[in-house]
């Protein structure tokens, strides 16, 4: 049903041959263009992290781009603009592949429901992807698809239930979990990545140890004039930078995210509550 191409204005391509590998969606212009041109832009803006990341001293740089690809509730739109994503998501999967090398990309997939309520071949290109860019060492890419940030902490908590239960904690051991005890039970925690029934966070196949969770998030960017959070990331943007932009994801520009970083450098006082 999906292959390797897709055109982006929803014509089929033009005069050009349409073969086997072509993704044909019968959707409305505004429908396909929309979400396409937000994956060519997560590419460019791939690119304008990684320049700036090699601008800085290791100590400055920046280490970790999240993105909510795709939210739980999403899977409530019509089955036509899910099989649209969908083809999408194989189409940039694999573009994130070539250039994933050039880069230096890693790639980490984030999932609340481990991806099950994705199309079997869209859920093994993401696994693809992380095995691929495993052992590259430079800007960490987290991609949350199929993800919730209520569903994260309400994971946490039956995780930890479950290992209490399994391991017979005593009061005083549970009376006693801190905040970081707590983190660890997250999707990209060390607790969670070792439970044998949980497959949320999907790490590659590289001997290298996975990363850390990027607790705490320094920046949060919402786009289209929207002013909220929309169930992302819920409990590690306690105390991050929101930017909010009037322009549409597709709209953001180098100088967009240029502003962003000086703002939040020079222009914000960050004082965690003291």
């Not at 999403?74 to 250039?99: C, M, P, Q, W």
């Not at 905040?179 to 196949?205: C, K, M, V, W």
Request: aromatic share 10%; hydrophobic share 35%.
């Amino acid at each position: 049903r999906y292959g390797k191409r897709i055109y982006g204005d929803g014509s089929g391509g033009g005069d050009e041959k349409v073969g086997a590998n072509d993704i044909l969606i019968d959707l409305p212009k505004n429908y396909l263009r929309g979400h396409y041109d937000g994956g060519l832009k997560l590419e460019s803006f791939i690119r304008w992290c990684v320049a700036f990341r090699n601008e800085r001293p290791p100590s400055q740089q920046l280490k970790f781009l999240t993105v909510y690809a795709f939210s739980t509730e999403n899977y409530g739109r019509s089955r036509r603009e899910l099989d649209a994503l969908h083809a999408i998501f194989l189409r940039f999967t694999s573009v994130l592949e070539e250039k994933a090398e050039e880069l230096n990309l890693r790639v980490n997939v984030y999932s609340t429901d481990g991806l099950a309520g994705m199309p079997e071949n869209v859920s093994d290109a993401f696994k693809n992807l992380v095995n691929a860019t495993s052992s590259n060492t430079g800007l960490i890419l987290n991609i949350c698809a199929g993800y919730g940030g209520r569903m994260e902490i309400l994971n946490a908590v039956k995780a930890i239930a479950t290992e209490a239960t399994e391991e017979g904690w005593t009061r005083e051991r549970i009376a006693g979990l801190k905040e970081e005890d707590f983190e660890r039970y997250l999707e990209g925690g060390r607790e969670n990545r070792s439970l044998p029934h949980r497959h949320t966070f999907l790490q590659g196949s590289s001997q290298a140890p996975p990363p850390p969770t990027p607790d705490p998030v320094d920046v949060v960017v919402r786009t289209s004039g929207e002013c909220r959070l929309s169930n992302f990331l819920i409990w590690q943007v306690a105390y991050s930078e929101l930017f909010f932009l009037k322009k549409t994801w597709p709209e953001v520009r180098v100088e967009d995210f240029r502003r962003i970083v000086d703002d939040f450098e020079s222009g914000r006082n960050r004082r965690f509550g003291f």
